[in-house]
């Protein structure tokens, strides 16, 4: 009797220690599944270091940083209102043919004030970059001009446009390098600021 009961004990104590074992596996952090076919556990969250580096607060995609920066009459949106008015002229313009001219131009200027007004803003206070547009209309003033010049002096058609065409990417360059290091120098500030609030 006694050897049946030592062996009783033995299969229960075998028994409790293999069941123990088996919330100890699911608990653990091991992402390989269990024997029985359950599911496999979460994998731990991996730490701030190794997220990457933090964005400053506010960040907004795609290349701005922080809040848009305000005009000098604002809550007034007069760039917009000028941009939507100088739309409206160039739709009018285009309507009414060769007599909607001055109309067309009017317009087209309108949208081109409006628009530069907050390019330039938001590219001098670092927010967005906008180096490329900013550099091209000049060029492309100084491209017209140079044509208009050329065929005002009686110039061979072919010089209205391979000559400015040569002295558009040199002045591109010339422009683009400052304006993009005038963004850089904004941008880190705003940066800067963003990260000590």
């Known amino acids: 009797m006694a050897k049946r009961n030592s062996g009783r004990r033995g299969r229960s104590r075998k028994r409790g220690s293999s069941a123990a074992a088996r919330p100890a596996q699911r608990d653990g952090a091991s992402d390989t599944p269990l024997p029985d076919g359950g599911p496999t556990s979460p994998r731990p969250r991996p730490r701030r270091s190794e997220r990457g580096p933090a964005r400053p607060p506010g960040y907004r995609d795609p290349g701005s940083v922080g809040e848009r920066p305000q005009a000098p009459w604002h809550p007034w949106p007069l760039s917009e209102l000028l941009i939507f ?23 087209l200027g309108a949208v081109m004030i409006g628009t530069l007004e907050f390019t330039i803003r938001e590219h001098l206070a670092g927010y967005r970059s906008h180096t490329a547009m900013l550099s091209a209309i000049p060029v492309a003033l100084f491209h017209a001009a140079a044509a208009v010049g050329l065929y005002a002096l009686g110039a061979p058609r072919a010089s209205w446009i391979v000559v400015p065409l040569a002295l558009d990417i040199p002045l591109f360059w010339l422009i683009f390098r400052p304006l993009r290091a005038r963004f850089d120098d904004a941008r880190r500030r705003r940066v800067f600021e963003l990260s000590r609030r």
């Open 85 to 107: 008015v100088g739309a409206i002229g160039t739709l009018i313009g285009l309507l009414r043919g060769p007599s909607g001219a001055p109309v067309l131009i009017a317009g």
